[in-house]
């Protein structure tokens, strides 16, 4: 008798999904794991070089270029070009260029740090809009990671930032030795 009884409390919770498939469809759901995405970000700032700094390096008086568009150019370890996108810097000259859809084919090789660069585009300024090679602006300024991160629940971005940047001003006045 007692093994009849058993029989029958097994087969009731091995059918009872089957009497209430939403409580079976939810308990599928929550059992899976949520797939947490990383993101690569590139962050910098483009200035305009004043003119008594032209030839230098140095942003000592420099202005940010609102609107400034820089790109995010990144190889693969063959050389070839896997990812690139152009990026408008905000009121500020600040650029936060998010590399949706880049993907590393080999860890090590294709690592953002190692694969992409930042390189001027162009200025919005008709009065400040010749390349610079400030932090190599014309060729790629090459990435650096800064232990920067943003995290959520569902999200993760790892910040790398570039620059800064710099166009300089297409006229400067002549400077005079006395």
Not at 40 to 62: I, P
Not at 132 to 157: D, H, Q, T
Request: charged content about 20%.
């Amino acid at each position: 008798m007692a093994r009849s009884q058993l029989i029958i409390l097994i087969l009731s919770l091995l059918l009872l999904p089957l009497a209430f498939p939403s409580i079976a469809a939810n308990e599928d759901v929550a059992s899976k794991p949520v797939e947490k995405t990383a993101d690569v970000v590139v962050e910098g700032v483009v200035y305009c070089q004043s003119c008594d700094r032209f030839g230098t390096w140095s942003l000592t008086g420099a202005e940010p270029i609102p609107s400034a568009k820089v790109s995010v150019i990144c190889k693969n370890y063959r050389g070839q070009v896997s990812f690139y996108k152009a990026f408008e810097a905000d009121s500020k000259g600040y650029f936060y260029a998010e590399l949706e859809g880049y993907k590393m084919s080999h860890v090590l090789l294709d690592h953002p740090l190692q694969a992409c660069k930042v390189k001027l585009v162009s200025s919005p300024d008709a009065k400040c809009s010749l390349l610079s090679n400030v932090n190599y602006g014309m060729y790629g300024s090459p990435l650096r990671f800064e232990k920067k991160m943003l995290r959520s629940e569902n999200y993760e971005a790892v910040i790398y930032a570039a620059g800064p940047l710099a166009f300089r001003p297409n006229h400067c006045p002549p400077t005079t030795h006395y």
